[in-house]
């Protein structure tokens, strides 16, 4: 069963922490991506993997770190310069078809700072 | 900053009723018009998307218009359902840009 993987579904965070957020996908994707959504606010672009071993930054990279060194893997970390953290992230994947263009989501991690 | 513009923020419609959402964009080049829906705590799925070679594609109660000359593509949603409760997104062919969001809520 193909698909995306996030974990942890929720994750709750102390002041001054680093939190890693997983992502894993099985669709041999070789692009993959990274969301913020607020309230309001839509997506927006945190980081994104075009190749393995190779990412660029999106709107909001600031205070956030990636790393793929795998196709199938994409984890964001979420550092302690990250000033408001709270937020749902999700990671996505795009399939490489000719004009679709689609993008996969997975279900999302919803990260609390207490 | 945003490719493209999503109106209105959010819409409320009877059962049966029909909703329709409006995403205007800038870039010519763009090949490729999706649309997205997010049920509350999920991620966001395709639901239905269009090519600027045709100016209208159905799915279901899903159509997608697609207007060249305005730069707008428009999503209505017929005979709408309560289980169509949701937010709808476009987003720029390129992919690296949402529309801002339309909470659709249908009343039973």
């Known amino acids: 069963d193909g698909g995306i993987t996030q974990s942890p579904k929720y994750l709750f965070r102390k002041e001054g922490q680093n939190v890693t957020l997983s992502c894993e996908q099985n669709l041999n994707h070789d692009a993959m991506y990274w969301y913020r959504q607020d309230p309001g606010q839509g997506l927006r672009l945190i980081y994104y993997s075009q190749i393995v071993n190779d990412f660029q930054k999106g709107d909001i990279a600031e205070g956030y770190s990636v790393s793929r060194e795998k196709k199938e893997s994409f984890p964001l970390t979420v550092t302690s310069a990250q000033k408001n953290p709270t937020a749902f992230y999700l990671c996505?994947?795009?399939?490489?078809?000719?004009?679709?263009?689609?993008?996969?989501f997975g279900p999302g991690t919803r990260l609390t700072v207490l | 900053q945003q490719q493209v513009k999503q109106s209105p923020q959010s819409l409320i419609v009877q059962k049966g009723g029909i909703s329709i959402i409006n995403c205007a964009y800038e870039?010519?080049?763009?090949?490729?018009f999706p649309w997205y829906q997010q049920f509350p705590g999920k991620g966001p799925a395709l639901l239905i998307a269009i090519r600027p070679d045709v100016s209208e594609k159905k799915e279901g109660r899903f159509t997608i218009s697609f207007n060249k000359s305005a730069k707008q593509f428009s999503l209505h949603i017929m005979d709408s359902q309560p289980g169509d409760s949701a937010t709808y997104f476009c987003a720029a062919p390129a992919r690296l840009s949402f529309g801002a969001g339309t909470t659709v809520t249908v009343r039973a």
């Open positions: 870039n010519t080049a763009f090949d490729y």
């Open positions: 996505a994947s795009r399939s490489p078809a000719f004009h679709t263009d689609t993008q996969y």
